[in-house]
């Protein structure tokens, strides 16, 4: 984990200081958060056990969450089984002004997680090459903004391309079968598909990468701490 510099782990962990001593009336009996593969701030959190020490002397727990996507993280915050979702900063801006009661507490990395991937056989080498092709895509995720923003840069929309909707690790298959032409791919998938499959990133630009954030529900009833009276 040297990669991960320790401003990242320390923002993220700032999580259990909102759960901190002096507002322990107000405390939960367990928070619920994410992790997902593409974000290695949130595996080193819970492999280490950072949030599970610092909360313990409250008597908190910590349940940990596996999201397979930024869309799927803010959904699972916007149906509360989630009390923190990180996700793409722009996801959440999308999420957001498409009515998802949700607010970014924190900006803690900004990774390059996604490219445009094309097949090892495949002949398209530029964004051009894209028009009129198949792009698997996740939908509201920061690859398929990367992919929006990308096509602008060449003149072109997602109009111009035929939009497969899949989760990302379904996108990658299709890119394997030969069921799309290209894939808006999320990494470590998108790593996986370079090596084992022999798939070219053929258009990467870290610039069009948004900050990965961590939202909370606006306006969360929080529950309240253990006790003998059930309702």
């Not at 799927?72 to 900063?89: R, T």
């Not at 111009?160 to 032409?181: M, T």
């Not at 808006?184 to 954030?213: H, I, T, V």
Request: proline letters at 4%; charged letters at 25%.
């Amino acid at each position: 984990m040297a990669f991960l510099s320790r401003r990242s782990l320390l923002s993220f962990a700032a999580v259990a200081m909102l759960l901190a001593p002096g507002i322990a009336s107000a405390a939960p009996s367990e928070v619920r958060l994410d992790w997902a593969t593409y974000s290695p701030v949130s595996i080193a959190l819970k492999e280490k056990g950072f949030l599970e020490k610092a909360l313990k002397p409250e008597g908190i727990s910590v349940v940990w969450v596996q999201s397979l996507g930024s869309n799927k993280a803010l959904e699972f915050l916007n149906a509360g089984s989630l009390d923190f979702g990180s996700s793409a900063s722009a996801a959440a801006l999308i999420a957001r002004v498409n009515g998802n009661p949700i607010k970014s507490v924190s900006i803690y990395s900004k990774a390059e997680w996604t490219a445009l991937v094309a097949g090892a056989e495949s002949p398209i080498k530029s964004l051009a090459d894209l028009k009129g092709k198949r792009v698997a895509v996740t939908r509201g995720t920061d690859p398929h903004i990367f992919l929006v923003r990308a096509l602008a840069r060449e003149g072109l929309s997602d109009k111009d391309v035929k939009l497969v909707l899949l989760q990302h690790a379904d996108g990658r298959l299709a890119l394997q079968r030969g069921d799309v032409d290209a894939w808006a791919g999320l990494d470590p998938m998108m790593a996986s598909a370079e090596l084992q499959d022999g798939a070219k990133l053929f258009y990467r630009d870290p610039s069009l990468n948004s900050w990965g954030a961590l939202n909370v529900r606006e306006a969360s009833p929080r529950r309240t701490r253990r006790s003998s009276t059930r309702c």
